[in-house]
């Protein structure tokens, strides 16, 4: 497909371009972006992976929209050989909404792919990778729009100068937001964390992913941190020693039960479009571990975490925020450092050394 070599928005600026790779004629991805996507233009449309790499450095793509929902695809070979030509290029590959395509898209973060989305097999009946209900079209202009921009536009940290953390109470419990780049975030932050701090302590995740993602994701989790992680049940102990994972398509509370905090599950609506939300965890555990908690948002698109910051906030807990030059997306994170809630926004590669010096010494080895 011939394109301009610069292709301006109205108002002048720039448009994100975008090379789509074996692409199905179902999806028909490129109608998807010229109707959806006003920020965006489609710079080539190639059949195979190796056309990828013959047209990369003509094309100039900001963003690859990579199609893995055929078997044939060869695309995910492909990928690590494009960033390796084109290091800061974003790529979001299409996977199918089941447990291969979750495994896939999850070795495709690992790879450095940007972002995924879902396809179930029909466009109206798509699960949405971190929301619910809006359909296929909706959730990749959305992306297409979110990633390909930040990838393009970086902008200084917040706060280059960080006030010292310090927990009011001591933390009995972590928890972490993510959403989009979060998978491959929580990987090396766990990794970081190390045994001796997961075995002593809780982890419960929110990552904004399907139904069928969150028990892959866990699978992940727990061979990368070489620690136990699963999807959380209805009904199960919040304990120390475990990555739990909220299930994807289901909001995540607590509750009680005698003398342990557990798992409560519902199918109440989605929050900032999410379920599971950030925003509903950490509200409650703000009421359930008042200062006693430390809180992680990492990486995501959207400002689902805010409101539940403002809430940890207020109860005297700790909050770290990933900063942007780290991010993917620097949504979720930026919209709780720009409200002051943040205890310290730092690189991803500082987070667990911040973890560390807000633990009692009694409390690791």
Known sequence: ?????????????????????EGRAELDAASIVARDCIGAV??????????????????????VLLDLTKPSSAGFAVLPLILARKPALAIIVIVTADAAGADLALRCLSLGAADYIAWSGSEGANQGGSCVDDGFADELARKIGTVGTERRRRTRALAEGRRPVSAVAP??????????????????????????????MPIVVVQHMPPAFTVVLAEHLALSSGCPAHELSEGEAIRSGM????????????????????????????VNFCRPSADVLFKDAAAVFGPAVLTIILTGMGRDGLDGARAL?????????????????????????????????????????????????STIE
């Open 243 to 270: 990555i739990h994972v909220a299930p994807g398509g289901r909001h995540l509370r607590l509750g009680s039960s005698g003398y342990e905090i557990v798992a409560r599950l519902d199918d109440s609506p989605p």
């Open 171 to 200: 933390p009995r419990c972590i928890l972490i937001g993510a959403s989009t780049g979060g998978p491959q975030a929580l990987a090396t932050l766990l990794q970081a964390l190390g045994r001796d701090v997961i075995e002593r």
């Open 313 to 361: 906030a207020a109860a005297g807990a700790s909050i770290l925020v990933q900063d942007e030059k780290t991010s993917t997306v620097w949504g979720m994170p930026g919209s709780v450092a720009r409200a002051g809630l943040a205890s310290a926004v730092l690189p991803l590669e500082e987070i667990a050394t911040a973890v560390r010096h807000l633990l009692p010494e």
């Open 42 to 63: 489609v710079v080539a449309e190639v059949a195979t992976a190796q056309g990828a790499l013959d047209q990369l450095d003509e094309a100039d793509p900001d963003l």
């Open 1 to 21: 497909m011939p394109a301009s070599r610069i292709s301006l928005q109205p108002g002048g600026r720039r448009r994100v371009r975008v090379m789509i790779v």
